[in-house]
């Protein structure tokens, strides 16, 4: 489940010391053609500019260490992309276009890394996107997690999967649970679903409804904490970038 925590500077209003960058606009188009979920692109300093003059970018922390990642989101024209730090270099990895962010989690030393985003246009979409680092980010691939065969039916109803916990344990095994929120002849109900997963989150097995659960999960991963994104990430990144 997404979290927000509002800490450091107001970075949307400061660029450099000025208010330079509150106009900048994205390229257009903002999600590329060519783009795939987990292959490194180069930042465009434009997409930059935009996504932080609109308030759409954001980090991540854990423990209190910032994560070496920067996330932007915009679901019209756009979707979900992850700049992401390694050997002082950044590249750009596109998640999902027309995505939002449902949650983050990482191991206290980001040597494992899950971003979990959604559909968002219109109405929810019908699986998770999955981003996955492991090794401080060395590597990077995406998967998905498809929602419960028995939402929607016989009938479109704005059903969608909650993500409500995540883990996985040393030895790779794991979990994921969610919600489904259902109303049917005026009665209102939530659904619990487990999947589980033998191989860091690759691939996971289908949806298994099981009882309200609210015990959390055991495992190597912690909730990643939204803030706003630091000046020390910014200048790196934009700095890297050709003007």
Same mark, same amino acid.
């Not at 500077?9 to 660029?15: R, S």
């Not at 590249?91 to 979990?116: C, I, K, N, W």
């Not at 909730?223 to 990144?237: G, M, Q, Y």
């Given at each position: 489940m997404r979290q927000l925590l509002v800490i450091g500077v107001a970075v949307a209003t400061w660029v450099g010391g000025s208010?330079?960058?509150?106009?900048?606009?994205?390229?257009?188009?903002?999600?590329?053609a060519d783009w795939s979920c987990g292959q490194a692109v180069t930042p465009d300093r434009k +997409?930059?500019?935009?996504?932080?003059?609109?308030?759409?970018?954001?980090?991540?922390? &854990?423990?209190?260490?910032?994560?070496?990642?920067? &996330?932007?989101?915009?679901?019209?024209?756009?979707?979900?992309?992850?700049?992401?730090?390694?050997?002082?270099?950044?590249?750009?990895?596109?998640?999902?276009?027309?995505h939002r962010v449902e949650g983050a989690y990482s191991t206290p030393a980001y040597d494992r890394f899950m971003l979990f985003s959604m559909w968002g246009i219109e109405g929810p979409g019908s699986e998770y996107t999955v981003l996955c680092g492991k090794g401080q980010f060395a590597g990077v691939d995406c998967t998905s997690v498809?929602?419960?065969?028995?939402?929607?039916?016989?009938?479109?109803?704005?059903?969608?999967?909650?993500?409500?916990?995540?883990?996985?344990?040393?030895?790779? #095994?794991?979990? +994921?649970?969610? #919600?489904?929120?259902?109303?049917?002849?005026?009665n209102e109900t939530k659904d619990w679903y487990r999947y589980t997963t033998n191989d860091w989150g690759k691939t996971w097995g289908r949806a298994v409804q099981v009882d309200d659960t609210s015990?959390?999960?055991?495992?190597?991963?912690?909730?990643?904490?939204?803030?706003?994104? #630091?000046?020390e990430l910014l200048d790196s990144l934009l700095g890297s970038l050709p003007k």
């Amino acid at each position: 489940m997404r979290q927000l925590l509002v800490i450091g500077v107001a970075v949307a209003t400061w660029v450099g010391g000025s208010l330079a960058w509150a106009a900048a606009t994205l390229p257009e188009p903002a999600w590329q053609a060519d783009w795939s979920c987990g292959q490194a692109v180069t930042p465009d300093r434009k +997409l930059v500019q935009g996504l932080l003059g609109a308030g759409e970018l954001h980090g991540y922390v &854990v423990n209190g260490v910032t994560l070496p990642v920067l &996330v932007g989101e915009r679901m019209e024209g756009m979707g979900t992309v992850v700049f992401i730090q390694r050997a002082g270099q950044w590249q750009l990895y596109p998640v999902a276009e027309g995505h939002r962010v449902e949650g983050a989690y990482s191991t206290p030393a980001y040597d494992r890394f899950m971003l979990f985003s959604m559909w968002g246009i219109e109405g929810p979409g019908s699986e998770y996107t999955v981003l996955c680092g492991k090794g401080q980010f060395a590597g990077v691939d995406c998967t998905s997690v498809t929602f419960p065969a028995d939402l929607n039916q016989p009938a479109w109803a704005n059903e969608y999967l909650v993500l409500e916990d995540f883990n996985i344990g040393k030895d790779g #095994s794991g979990a +994921l649970i969610g #919600s489904v929120y259902r109303e049917r002849d005026g009665n209102e109900t939530k659904d619990w679903y487990r999947y589980t997963t033998n191989d860091w989150g690759k691939t996971w097995g289908r949806a298994v409804q099981v009882d309200d659960t609210s015990k959390a999960l055991a495992g190597m991963f912690q909730p990643a904490i939204e803030v706003k994104p #630091s000046r020390e990430l910014l200048d790196s990144l934009l700095g890297s970038l050709p003007k």
